[in-house]
């Protein structure tokens, strides 16, 4: 069983430009994370292109072969660090995990 990780995020930017550079850098610190930790199989990120006053800001995709690659993946120390740069931005998150 595949699980599918999905987190969208609101950021704490002042403004559209600001924002949209902490995309950026979620994106970017999430993409150097494939080949780093094992057990991420796939990942998509990327901007919000729509309804910005109503959507979150970025929002991620990432598969794993199963609940223990997640788990794996979460306390991963490359994906931590990663962690406290989203949290600094980020103003909401929401995730969902489900089979596919």
């Given at each position: 069983?595949?699980?599918?990780?999905?987190?969208?995020?609101?950021?704490?930017?002042?403004?559209?430009?600001?924002?949209?550079?902490?995309?950026?850098?979620?994106?970017?610190?999430?993409?150097?994370?494939?080949?780093?930790?094992?057990?991420?199989?796939?990942?998509?990120?990327?901007?919000n292109?729509?309804?910005?006053?109503?959507?979150?800001?970025?929002?991620?995709?990432?598969?794993?072969?199963?609940?223990?690659?997640?788990?794996?993946?979460q306390?991963?120390?490359?994906?931590?660090?990663?962690?406290?740069?989203?949290?600094?931005?980020?103003?909401?998150?929401?995730?969902v995990?489900?089979?596919?």
């Open positions: 069983m595949t699980i599918r990780h999905i987190v969208a995020w609101k950021l704490n930017g002042e403004d559209g430009a600001a924002r949209a550079d902490q995309a950026a850098e979620i994106t970017r610190r999430l993409e150097a994370l494939v080949g780093v930790v094992p057990s991420l199989r796939t990942l998509s990120i990327g901007p292109v729509a309804y910005p006053d109503q959507n979150g800001d970025v929002a991620l995709v990432a598969d794993f072969d199963d609940l223990a690659g997640l788990e794996a993946y306390v991963h120390p490359a994906h931590q660090e990663v962690v406290g740069y989203v949290r600094s931005v980020a103003a909401s998150r929401i995730s995990d489900f089979e596919v």
